[in-house]
Nanobody
Framework: VQLQASGGGLVQAGGSLRLSCAVT????????MGWFRQAPGKEREFVAA????????YYADSVKGRFTIPRSDAENTQYLQMNSLKSEDTAVYLC????????????????????WGQGTQVTVSS
């Protein structure tokens, strides 16, 4: 399976961006999906996740109410819709896929995911 992230760019504070994570090689409904981000000089942090069934979503406190994690089964693509962006959202954003049979899946932990895409840069200017 391969994950291809895209959609990053430069946006003003208060603006919106939608990131995409295209999954190839297997249907997206086979995976728990997550988004993480890493800012310069900081550790990678959890942003949002959705279970393979789509029934459960998870968000970091810092993005709750601003970000959502919709999915297109037809396009086999996971999205991260980011609204009301702040300068502190500036980071490289990475998507990840975790095997659904992992009974110990913790959506907030990077080691719960088996496959990673390359990052896409998001820069929010204040």
């Amino acid at each position: 399976v391969q994950l291809q992230a895209s959609g990053g760019g430069l946006v003003q504070a208060g603006g919106s961006l939608r990131l995409s994570c295209a999954v190839t090689g297997r249907t997206i409904t086979s995976y728990n999906m997550g988004w993480f981000r890493q800012a310069p000089g900081k550790e990678r942090e959890f942003v949002a996740a959705v279970s393979w069934s789509g029934d459960n979503t998870y968000y970091a406190d810092s993005v709750k109410g601003r970000f959502t994690i919709p999915r297109s089964d037809a396009e086999n693509t996971q999205y991260l819709q980011m609204n009301s962006l702040k300068s502190e959202d500036t980071a490289v954003y990475l998507c990840a896929a975790g095997e659904p049979m992992n009974m110990n899946w913790n959506p907030q932990r990077g080691d719960s995911y088996d496959h990673w895409g390359q990052g896409t840069q998001v820069t929010v200017s204040s």
